[in-house]
């Protein structure tokens, strides 16, 4: 499974199909930084293009390394379960991770290796243009949430900008390996479903030209978090900076 779109597509669609397929080669063929020698294919990520909500994960493990494909394993298919049991298919979402080849004994991804695949991720985010990017585990939480460590950020839902919001979670795998984690987990997963209805109601809102509807979250909620500054060692993916003229999540 790669990036899809429905089969009745305008040429708008279809150029950000392309546009996906170029990335997703340029994955494929990339020899930016030593990942390349010891991997059996790179991952670049897949799903629906038509998404409002993206999620960005750590690396490809095993069985993504064997297949091509992100989240296969057991965390993925926990994933996957987990999804299905809040109403959301796999299939209406975009799943990636923040380097695209699987770092040795699936160890942690080092910085430079990070940096080499950081602007394919930014083109990801620029072409699907998400509501919602949920991040999973560590690495990817620490391009949005600079600021904190996953344990005491996972949960938060912030405001990064341009009418996107990001949600910090637990890698599905950490949850497997720690109960309270998986309860936490599950916990914030939760929150999707409920996120998900607002975007798509804000993108019928804005494809009629009108203004966001009621119950969208803003700056006087009272959980709401405004945006953070990136840090350098994190940079952020496509347009998440804060844009002053959008005070809404969505």
């Known amino acids: 499974m790669r990036a899809v779109l429905p089969p009745d597509v305008g040429a708008a669609d279809a150029g950000r199909l392309q ?17 390349a020698e010891g991997r059996t294919q790179a991952v670049p ?75 394919y991720l930014e083109q990801q985010v620029a072409i699907i243009n998400p509501r919602i990017i949920v991040t999973l585990g560590r690495f990817s939480m620490k391009r949005w949430f600079p600021d904190g460590s996953i344990t005491r950020v996972h949960g938060q839902v912030r405001n990064i900008g341009r009418g996107r919001i990001a949600v910090a979670m637990f890698h599905p795998a950490a949850a497997l390996r720690n109960p309270q984690w998986q309860t936490e987990f599950e916990k914030d997963m939760a929150k999707l479903p409920p996120l ?31 945006p953070q500054e990136p840090s350098a060692s994190a940079p952020p993916a496509g347009d998440d900076g804060d844009d002053s003229s959008q005070l809404m999540l969505f």
Request: glycine share 10%; proline share 10%.
């Open 45 to 119: 990520g897949e799903g629906n293009l038509n998404t409002v909500v993206m999620f960005v994960g750590e690396g490809p493990g095993f069985d993504e390394d064997r297949q091509g494909r992100p989240f296969v394993g057991r965390s993925g298919q926990y994933l996957t379960e987990t999804l299905e049991r809040l109403g959301i298919a796999r299939s209406d979402v975009y799943i990636t991770n923040v380097v695209k080849c699987r770092p040795p004994k699936n160890r942690d991804p080092q910085p430079a290796e990070l940096e080499a695949c950081a602007d």
């Open 19 to 35: 546009a996906m397929r170029d990335v997703e080669a340029a994955v494929l063929a990339c020899q930016r930084c030593p990942l």
């Open 196 to 226: 998900i209805e607002r975007a798509q109601r804000a993108n019928q809102a804005a494809a009629r030209g009108e203004a966001l509807p009621a119950g969208v979250p803003h700056p006087g909620d009272p959980d709401y978090v405004p």
